[in-house]
């Protein structure tokens, strides 16, 4: 069977209610979320705090699809196996949060969880180029971490090279920062598979009036598969 890259919207939960997690996460995939990312921030490898590996574990009875665990943290090798144990699906650890990228991603599939590498804005694509065998999922980032709303930056060159290095390997492409109906198409077309939204999810909706999730959804999706 060949890979499925079909596009995949995977709302960030930073941008929801956060007195009101458990019906976010359900909000979001009964209006049409394929995962559900979770950004993990540590007020050093980025300026912002969020959640610890409790928290994670109190939405994983939530997530029915995916959990997509994005972690912004360094040093990052500790807490692997804490975020593994809450129930992360996939973890992502950043390229920049250590000297030793390989053994952090044998640190995550020796958990049993899909591995991700994810790339600062001013990190080459071509520095995954000896990672993709320990590789599940490369992250662009198209802002620079640590907050939701901020300006895309444009990276499709270096979505494009990654596409060229990964080839056929059964390896998912995601972007993360400022992804809404008009950035999607340039990503889509660079060969970008998962698209991460945070403030372009939620704006417009709550947990009381959910159908501008599944709107802004939809028209993220609807741009993006137009442009592939
Ligand atoms: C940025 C986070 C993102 C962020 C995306 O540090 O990793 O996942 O929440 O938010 P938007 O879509 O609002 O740029
Ligand atoms: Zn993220």
Excluded at 2 to 16: G, M, N
Excluded at 49 to 77: E, Y
Excluded at 113 to 142: E, I, Q, Y
Aim: proline share 7%; charged share 20%.
């Amino acid at each position: 069977m060949t890979f499925d890259r079909k596009i995949r919207i995977a709302p960030s939960i930073l941008s929801a209610d956060f007195a009101d997690f458990g019906r976010e996460i359900r909000a979001i995939e009964d209006q049409g979320a394929d995962w559900v990312h979770v950004d993990v921030m540590d007020g050093h490898f980025v300026p912002n705090l969020t959640f610890g590996p409790p928290a994670v574990k109190a939405f994983r009875p939530h997530v029915k699809t995916f959990m997509d665990v994005h972690l912004m943290i360094a040093p990052v090798d500790p807490y692997i196996e804490a975020y593994a144990e809450a129930g992360a699906d996939l973890i992502t650890a950043h390229i920049e949060a250590g000297p030793h990228i390989h053994r952090t991603l044998q640190a995550i599939r020796a958990t049993g969880r899909k591995a991700g590498v994810a790339l600062n804005p001013g990190t080459p694509a071509d520095s995954v180029a000896h990672l993709l065998d320990l590789t599940d999922l490369v992250c662009v980032m198209t802002v620079n971490p640590g907050f939701g709303g901020q300006k895309f930056l444009d990276m499709t060159a270096k979505i494009r090279r990654l596409r060229e290095l990964i080839g056929d390997r059964p390896i998912h492409i995601e972007i993360d920062g400022g992804v809404d109906p008009a950035t999607a198409p340039l990503v889509a077309a660079a060969g970008a598979d998962v698209l991460v939204a945070g403030s372009a999810v939620f704006r417009g909706g709550s947990v009381a009036d959910p159908a501008p999730y599944g709107n802004n959804i939809r028209a993220i999706r609807e741009a993006a598969e137009a442009a592939v």
